[in-house]
């Protein structure tokens, strides 16, 4: 399809920016073909327009999917560009935290500035014999893959490190040569690798110092050579300099240092070694303050000094030429410190007496006076005299600094030499890897000579680089035979002609420097006239004329031509060399001693290598001085293409180097630095040729699992090319967009990209529908359940109602009758209290009124008397005064009374209805009050009983107040007349009133008293029940306190025993496991001293030349296995092909069911000769002893008769073993061995057919000794009633009378019986089995049932949580049958085990009648007639004890033949377990017996040397070291149980207790077979973890146990192991079928079963270790459906170990890091609490393990997320209060402290038998 088509709406594309480079944004709409505007949507929401270029009308990058975002390879990527370069490398650098990346060939490393634990010993191990694509990318993975193919093509490797100052190139290296020293070791005990690794810190000391941009800057190139043996052993190294930068010694910019040597010696100048140097502070030297940084940020200089020392002695350097080393150096120091005055303008001169000078010259050994006169003077020579001229003090002081450059770089050269020579290997070397750490292209603001010789070596690299790209890629194309045109790539030749050819600048600057009067001008002016305007890689500054540009491969860059003609010719003056050429200081004499004849580190060195360097080369004989004195450019130039040429003739890896940011800041990406890095290092210029072609490649059947979706039914075909052809075809129509190779589809940019468009377009489609049919499925079968739920609900309902109803009813009724009683009670009972209380209250009250009103009497009468006294004289005191004033009154009154009387008779009526109004007044005052008495009567009613007297009380009083008012009413009339009496009745109305005050008074105070008296009742009970509350929780407190105090005594108590305890085992086992690593390290010692014994002997016995004799043990070992093939193949086949190996195992199960159908027939002829023996017996037997004959004879039938059952059951057994092998190779052989019509499988079913039919005639035979045996006990039962013995079978011609028919009748109708009973017995187990497919046939449709239910109890949970219970389920399923088949098993066994304890009975009394028979009297007449068969006399056994004697000399053949010849599958298959370890006991016994004990000693010794010695021979053999463990241990258990301990003592038997040894304490020898257990045991599990180890990663990771599950992504470049399973890819059942093999081994070897459980626990750690090693260290394996794979294999190991019965081993819990890892993969990672459910479940993993697979956690679909970084912060965050150790791998060398329990045995020696194929016939049992 068009490129155009993909800029859709939606569509995601880069678009330039000044500050981040490329920015992402969105189409909004789609684009047209011929639109000049993109509608685009920024990341941050920000709507743009995107101008096209109207010239060029380029769309902007296409961005790549999601899913190929962070790939471990940049050629991975569909869209192969700048900014998807930048964008990959961004993510996994800041996201991911991966400094490493592939771009294809290239290994991108970015500068972390963070120590990172990848380095270490287990990475090194983990990295180590994997494939480059296999595992994430690193530095050990091209160091590994250089090694790999240097031994695999026997060709020298190279690795190229490149980059900025400060990206971290001189640590790759580092990184590299430490690789390489730890993987291959050396091949002699020299250390050579250590001395390898030691040369860094001596290199970096006087090679390396502070820049600007880093801290450790390497100022010199280096090439560093590691030599190999033929076994690709480290024998050696050499090392390449060139182009030290001297002019760093005398010069510092800003915030820069000198090289680092000279600070160390300032920091350790207090060293009294030292002292005599007269160093001080850096800051007191000239040539180290310069740049005022003289302190690096957590750098202690006086500690690097010691590391420098030690690195010296390492290398050889002894302590004298060390401290040479320092004078000289701390001269310099002093040199810089010379300070030169002017003497006049054209003269200069050093004062006298010059303190540092004085230093200098003492320290050099040379003169103060000749060197003061030389740095002020110089030496002119004409061709007849010399004269002596005087410089100025500019050209002093440039003298001294040159003096000063030139004296380090003699000692940088020598320094180089001696660690060349210490590095230099005697023996021939083999091959080499080169490690090249070359400064990258650099431009500054100020660019001089060195960056020029930067660049034009880095030009050379880049062209060199570009054409193995080139190189690599053409190779592929023509490898898988597709079309291919030349792809246009940037050629730079043009500018390293510029540089190199003839007129070029380097030749200019050469011929400048020979012209007497050349400058830096002049030279300038010449390469303008001579390249200016003629190349165009050449420019002129505008506003210079003493600089060029030159247009490098990178960028543009401007050079300053000030100084290039002096550092060109590194002149110095002659005479300063030759004064010091006089030094009595012997190193400064060989410095620089004939310098034409001194070998230096420049020269060429030994073997016609070259050595790369800018210094002065070895001269060969007859070389002028002309050669000496080359210029710096030219040297340069020849130690380039030195350098080009040993790349050309290698195999180059590249390792490039990025800085990614100028600041130092740890994981900070700057883009605009990187991506002119990226330009730089050739990193762009790699995609650009590979996006020139096909960049994306497939191989068929990964494209075919990939794109499987995209595919119909019908055009998938068996031929998978055919069918990827067809697909693509109708995929894309453009056919210039792919090509099919050999075994790989090629595509062009963006197609990859387009198909997984398709794909997930595809997948989004299907898992609509599929949610579509599955909701409306659920959604149908949720309503039909409903709906039958609701119809069943409401029967239930409605049935349930009119229950309740009827019920409802009945309970109402004598609810009715209950309340009717009830409430008659609760009345009752309440009058009866209302009216007790009534009587209790008017008792008081009336006592009370009777009371007061006793007082108010009282006080009455007194009133009245004292009223009557008052009113007494008051009526006197008033008749007075009316006397004197009656007389004056009585006129008045009189008239008064006349106008009164007038007036009444006026207003008579008027006066009547006045006096009608009062008493209507009044009227309604009284009912007002008694509505008011009638309200408070009611309030009454409702206060307490106590004060129901009192209401009525009142109401009696109200009733008075009414009658008083009748009363008032009567008298109305006389009120009228006597206005007196409504005065007296008014005064008694208040008097009422205040009475009623009175009493309502009284009543309040009754009532606050009865509320006090009832508040304070209620305080003082709540205080009561409040002191109570309190005291039952001080008391609840209190038992609680107690309790907790108790409980926390009894936990820290239990704690602390439980912590000591822990404590104490893991001292244990720490102590353990120390010593039994130092048994390991005794062994390895042991072996080395045997192999340089051996080695010894062979060069003291060195074989002549000709017939070299073939060791004697060479036969031996070939023919161990070469013993009957019916017991066991050969070891080859068990260890070939995972796909071949069903056959050997069926065809190994079929030969030992042959051997069993030999056995029954040699013991079914061995039975009739039995029956013939008795035959002739019954002949010649006497009617004497009848009572005894018919025992013995009822017994032998008993004995036939379960003899002949048992051949019937073995019979069957066979026929059945024999069907399930015919199934079996029918159904599971592998189709290319045993496929119906094949030679094979033909053989075999002819085997297998003739053994059936064996069986059929074994059968028939069967039952013909079933009826003889029928008939011989006629013959018995004839023989009772016969006085003279007479044959028994005769023929029925002789038969003369009736009896002897009735016999025969008899018998027939017997044995007719017998057939009847069979028939019945047969048709009892036809219908038992009948019952039995019955009850099976229930079971399955219960199963059918409940999966069912399942099955619809699943579809309602989600798909994570369904696909979870569903594979539960099936675990679940399986384990249950597992179990069952365990059960019925164990039945079987036990079942067998029975019935060979009968037939072990029945044969020892068959045996005893042998014996009684023999000895029976014969007649004369049976002599004559009958022939006698000759008959086998046992003798009767001993009582032996249990032990063996044995000669002294026959001791070295009883260790050959039961130790060094043994063959531990024939002794497993065919002996008891452990008989060789109770032999040599037993052998034991008997010397201890004759208490010899020097025959113990030596018996010991030899068995133990012997064990060790088979072991050595054939210690890579799995079954002799497991058969040797087994029988060590067995031997160690007997000599503890019969040791005569009391403590082993108690668990033997009697019999056994009396085999004890008598003589000797063999307590020693107990620990030296103990130590040489746990020697065999180590030995065991190395033995296993090599063979699994090939298994583990294919098994667990890449093989897709559950198909589907996962897919497959680009691999680019680096082809990775796939995951699909091809012919010899290990799988699972692989590891499985190795286990069960490990698993029957060690149990027919008779291996203690805890042993078998430590065996176990430890294989299953490896199998976790390897495995969660190798996800920590492979993104493209971390992912979801990754971890479900994982799970499922795991859960197939834990089902392994319920198989076996070995879950209580502890192997199931080192698995566990492994469980929770692929839980960590599945599980969801967004929130806050899925963080917290992380940490809470991850703790078998470390906060460095969990935090790795986040980061590597990579989406295989786009339907997936990937991990937030603010996710992985949290999870940092909460995981930081961990105490845990920093390792990211697990330690897969670690071996637990293996124990060995003490195991007695039960069999009893006296019973052991010693066969005869083990060729111990001298062996007397005693």
């Known amino acids: 399809m068009a490129a155009s088509e993909l800029y859709t709406k939606h569509a995601r594309v880069w678009i330039p920016d000044a500050e981040e480079v490329w920015k992402s944004a969105e189409l909004l709409k789609d684009y047209k073909q011929g639109d000049a505007l993109l509608q685009l949507r920024l990341d941050d929401g920000t709507d743009v327009e995107h101008k096209l270029d109207p010239k060029t009308k380029n769309l902007p990058h296409l961005r790549n999917p999601d899913i190929l975002v962070g790939e471990n390879d940049l050629t991975a990527l569909s869209y192969l560009h700048e900014p998807a370069i930048l964008h990959n490398l961004k993510v996994r650098f800041m996201d991911s935290k991966l400094i490493y990346t592939y771009c294809g060939i290239v290994l991108v490393a970015i500068n972390p500035y963070e120590t990172l634990p990848i380095y270490g010993a287990d990475i090194i191990n983990a990295y180590s014999g994997q494939n480059m694509g296999d595992m994430d990318p690193h530095i050990f993975a091209v160091a590994e893959e250089s090694y790999k193919q240097m031994a695999r093509d026997e060709r020298n490797q190279s690795i190229i490190v490149s980059g900025e100052s400060g990206a971290g190139k001189t640590v790759s290296a580092k990184y590299a040569m430490r690789y390489f020293a730890t993987v291959s070791g050396s091949a002699s005990e020299t250390n050579v690798e250590e001395k390898v690794l030691a040369s860094n810190p001596i290199m970096e000391s006087i090679g390396n110092a502070k820049t600007t941009r880093n801290d450790n800057s390497s100022r010199f190139g280096k090439y560093i050579e590691i030599g190999f043996d033929k076994k690709y052993q480290i024998i050696g190294a050499n090392m390449r300099t060139y182009l030290l930068e001297k002019s760093r010694v005398v010069f510092q910019a800003d915030d820069e240092r000198n090289y680092h040597i000279f600070y160390q010696l300032c920091a350790s100048a207090q060293l009294p070694e030292l002292k005599v140097l007269k160093l001080g502070q850096a800051t007191n030297f000239h040539y180290t303050k310069q740049g005022r940084s003289p302190v690096i940020d957590g750098v202690d200089d006086a500690k690097e000094m010691v590391n420098t020392r030690h690195a010296c002695t390492l290398l050889g350097i002894s302590e004298p030429y060390q401290m040479g080393i320092f004078r000289i150096l701390a001269a310099i120091l002093h040199l810089g410190n010379v300070e030169i005055k002017d003497r006049d303008s054209d003269s200069s001169i050093v004062p006298p007496n010059n303190a540092h000078l004085t230093v200098f010259c003492d320290l050099m050994g040379v003169t103060y006076q000749d060197m003061s006169q030389w740095l002020c003077h110089k030496k002119l020579k004409t061709a007849a005299e010399t004269y002596i001229k005087p410089i100025p003090k500019l050209q002093a002081v440039n003298a001294r600094d040159a003096l000063a450059k030139h004296i380090y770089a003699k000692l940088f050269d020598w320094i180089v030499d001696h660690v060349n020579k210490a590095l230099r290997s005697t023996v021939s070397q083999n091959s080499f890897i080169g490690v090249l750490d070359i400064y990258g292209f650099e431009t500054f603001e100020i660019n001089s000579f060195e960056q020029f010789c930067i660049n034009y070596a880095n030009e050379k690299l880049q062209q060199q680089f570009n054409m193995h790209v080139f190189k690599l890629e053409q190779e592929e194309y023509m490898k898988e035979q597709i079309p291919w045109t030349l792809i246009d790539f940037y050629d730079n030749q043009p500018c390293i002609n510029l540089i190199e050819a003839k007129m070029g600048i380097l030749d200019l600057l050469d011929e400048e420097c020979r012209m007497p009067k050349g400058s830096d001008d002049t030279w300038a002016q010449k390469l303008y006239n001579t390249h200016l305007n003629k190349c165009a890689l050449f420019h002129k500054p505008r506003l210079s004329n003493k600089a060029f540009i030159i247009q490098h491969f990178a960028d543009k860059v401007e050079y300053q031509c000030d100084g290039f003609l002096e550092k060109n010719k590194d002149t110095v003056n002659e005479e300063q060399i030759t004064v010091l050429k006089t030094s009595k200081f012997e190193l400064l004499v060989e410095l620089f001693q004939d310098e034409e004849k001194a070998t230096t580190p420049t020269g060429p060195p030994p073997g016609g290598r070259t050595r790369l360097s800018i210094k002065q080369t070895k001269t060969r004989p007859g070389q002028t001085s002309r050669d000496h004195k080359k210029t710096v450019g030219l040297q340069f130039r020849n130690s380039l293409q030195l350098l080009m040429d040993t790349l050309n003739a290698t195999t180059p890896h590249y390792v490039r180097c990025i800085k990614p940011n100028d600041n130092k800041h740890p994981f900070t990406f700057d883009p605009s630095r990187a991506v002119q890095q990226l330009r730089a290092c050739g990193v762009l210029e790699t995609i650009r040729i590979s996006a020139a072609g096909f960049p994306s490649r497939w191989t068929y059947q990964e494209f075919f699992s990939r794109y499987r979706v995209l595919m119909k039914q019908k055009d998938v075909l068996n031929d998978r090319r055919l069918t990827c052809r067809n697909v693509l075809e109708k995929l894309i129509k453009d056919q210039d967009k792919y090509q099919f190779g050999k075994t790989k589809i090629f595509f062009r940019a963006g197609q990859v990209a387009y198909l997984e468009k398709l794909r997930a377009d595809k997948l989004r489609v299907a898992c609509i529908r599929i949610q579509k049919t599955i909701r409306s499925w659920l959604l149908r079968k949720k309503y039909l359940r409903m709906r039958s739920a609701a119809i069943t609900i409401q029967r239930y309902v409605r049935g349930y109602q009119a229950r309740c109803l009827a019920k409802f009813l009945r309970r109402t009724q004598a609810a009715i009758t209950i309340q009717k009683f009830q409430r008659m009670y609760r009345e009752r009972k309440r009058y009866r209290r209302m009216q007790a209380a009534s009587l209790v209250v008017q008792c008081m009250l009336r006592a009370y009124m009777a009371r007061q009103k006793y007082q108010a009497m009282l006080r009455e009468h007194k009133t009245i008397i004292i009223q009557k006294r008052v009113r007494g004289w008051l009526a006197r005191l008033y008749y007075k005064r009316s006397l004197e004033a009656v007389v004056y009154l009585q006129c008045c009154i009189r008239r008064m009374r006349a106008r009164r009387e007038l007036k009444k008779l006026k207003i008579e009526a008027r006066s009547v209805e006045h006096f009608k109004k009062l008493n209507i007044g009044m009227e309604n005052k009284i009912m007002q009050l008694q509505r008011k008495v009638d309200e408070q009567q009611k309030d009454k009613k409702a206060m307490t009983e106590r004060l129901n007297s009192l209401a009525n009380s009142y109401s009696v009083e109200s009733e008075k107040l009414r009658n008083e008012v009748e009363r008032l009413r009567l008298t109305e009339e006389e009120a009228r007349n006597n206005s007196n009496r409504i005065t007296t009745l008014l005064e008694e109305l208040a008097r009422l009133k205040k009475e009623l005050c009175d009493t309502q008074r009284d009543k309040r105070i009754i009532e606050e008293w009865a509320d006090k008296y009832k508040l304070e009742t209620e305080q003082l009970v709540a205080e009561l029940k409040e002191q109570n509350s309190l005291l039952k929780i001080e008391k609840d407190d209190l038992n609680r306190l107690i309790q907790e105090q108790n409980q926390e005594m009894t936990e820290k108590m239990e704690k602390a025993l439980a912590e000591e305890t822990k404590q104490l085992e893991c001292e244990l086992n720490e102590e353990r496991s120390r010593y039994q690593n130092l048994l390991t390290e005794h062994r390895r010692l042991e072996d080395r001293h045997d192999d340089l014994k051996e080695e010894m002997t062979l060069m003291v016995n060195i074989p002549k030349p000709g017939h070299r004799r073939t060791d004697s043990t060479h036969s031996s070992n070939e023919s161990e296995y070469t013993y009957n093939s019916e017991f066991a193949e050969p070891e080859e086949n068990a260890r070939g092909a995972e796909d071949v190996t069903k056959a050997p195992l069926d065809m190994s199960l079929f030969l030992k069911l042959q051997k069993r159908v030999t056995e029954l027939e040699q013991e079914k002829q061995s039975l009739q000769n039995e029956l013939d023996k008795k035959e002739e017996q019954a002949y010649r037997a006497r009617a004497r002893e009848e009572d005894e004959q018919n025992r013995a004879r009822g017994a032998e039938l008993e004995y036939e008769s379960l003899k002949r059952q048992e051949l019937d059951s073995e019979n069957k057994k066979l026929k059945n073993d024999l069907n399930e092998l015919r199934k079996a190779l029918s159904e599971k052989s592998p189709p290319g061995v045993t496929a119906p ?379 990775r192991t796939s995951s699909i399973a091809d012919e010899g890819t290990y799988t699972l059942d692989s590891i499985l079928r190795q286990l069960n093999s490990f698993h029957s081994t060690m149990c027919q070897h008779g291996t203690d079963p805890e042993l078998i459980k430590q065996v176990v626990k430890q294989m299953f750690y490896i199998i976790g270790a390897v495995t969660l090693n190798n996800l920590l260290l492979r993104k493209d394996m971390c992912s979801w459906s990754k971890g479900m794979q994982i799970r499922y294999n795991v859960s197939q190991l834990e089902e392994w170990l319920r198989d076996k019965n070995l879950m209580t081993s502890g192997a199931k819990e080192t698995l566990e890091p492994l469980i929770q890892a692929a839980q960590l993969l599945q599980v969801k990672k967004k929130t806050d609490e899925d963080a917290e459910a992380i940490c809470s479940m991850c703790n078998a993993l470390s906060t460095a393990q969990i935090v790795k697979v986040l980061n590597l956690y990579t989406p295989v679909n786009e339907f997936e997320e990937r991990v937030s970084v603010a996710f992985i912060r949290t999870i940092q965050i909460r995981l930081r209060d961990r105490k845990e150790s920093p390792q990211l791998l697990m330690d897969t060398k670690n071996i637990y402290p293996v124990t060995f329990p003490f195991n007695p045995s039960s069999l009893a020696l006296e019973t052991i038998q010693i066969p005869s194929s083990l060729n111990l016939l001298f062996l007397t049992r005693v």
Not at 1443 to 1453: P, R, T, V
Not at 1538 to 1560: A, D, I, V, W
């Open 1237 to 1615: 019509g094949s030679p094979a499988y033909k053989v075999i079913m002819e085997q297998l057919n003739s053994s059936n039919e064996e069986l059929e005639v074994r059968k028939e035979e069967v039952l013909i000794l079933r009826s003889q045996l029928v008939s011989q006990k006629e013959a018995v039962h004839q023989k009772q009633t016969m006085t003279e013995a007479m044959p028994c079978m005769e023929d029925v011609r002789k038969m003369k009378d009736a009896g002897e028919i009735t016999q025969a009748y008899i018998a027939l109708k017997e044995s007719n019986r017998l057939l009847e009973s069979q028939l019945q017995t047969l048709r009892k187990s036809h219908e038992n089995e009948t019952e039995v497919l019955r009850e099976e046939l229930q079971s399955v449709k219960e199963d059918n049932n409940r999966q069912q239910q399942l099955l619809a109890q699943n579809l309602q949970l989600p798909p994570e949580a369904r696909i979870e219970a569903s594979l539960q389920h099936e675990i679940t399923r399986l384990t249950n049958e597992n179990l069952d088949l365990m059960e019925q098993l164990e039945k079987q066994d036990k079942t067998v085990r029975k019935l060979k304890k009968q037939l072990k009975v029945f044969a020892k009394k068959i045996g005893e009648l042998e014996v009684s028979s023999q000895i029976e009297n014969v007649s004369p007449g049976q002599i004559i007639d009958e022939p006698i068969h000759p008959v086998n006399i046992p003798r009767k056994e001993k009582d032996f004890q249990g032990m063996l004697e044995y000669k002294k000399e026959d001791e070295s053949k009883l260790v050959k033949n039961l130790i060094l010849e043994l063959k531990p599958r024939g002794v497993a298959v065919n002996l008891i377990p452990g008989l060789p370890a109770y032999i040599l006991f037993m052998c034991l016994r008997h010397a201890d017996y004759v208490n010899d004990d020097q025959k113990v000693r030596t018996l010991l010794t030899s068995t133990i040397n012997g064990i060790k010695k088979i072991l050595k021979k054939r210690g890579d053999d799995y079954e002799t070291v497991s058969f040797w463990l087994s029988n060590t241990c067995r031997f160690l258990h007997c000599l503890k149980q019969y040791s005569g301990e009391e403590s082993f003592m108690k668990h033997n038997t009697p019999r056994q207790n009396e085999h004890c040894l008598s003589n000797f304490d063999l307590a020693e020898y107990r620990q030296v077979l103990s130590d040489l257990a746990i020697q065999i045991y180590q030995q065991l599990v190395k033995v296993m973890e090599n063979i699994l180890q090939p298994m583990i990663v294919s098994g667990m990771l890449e093989h897709e146990t559950i198909q589907g599950v996962s897919g497959v992504k680009p691999t680019g470049l680096r082809k």
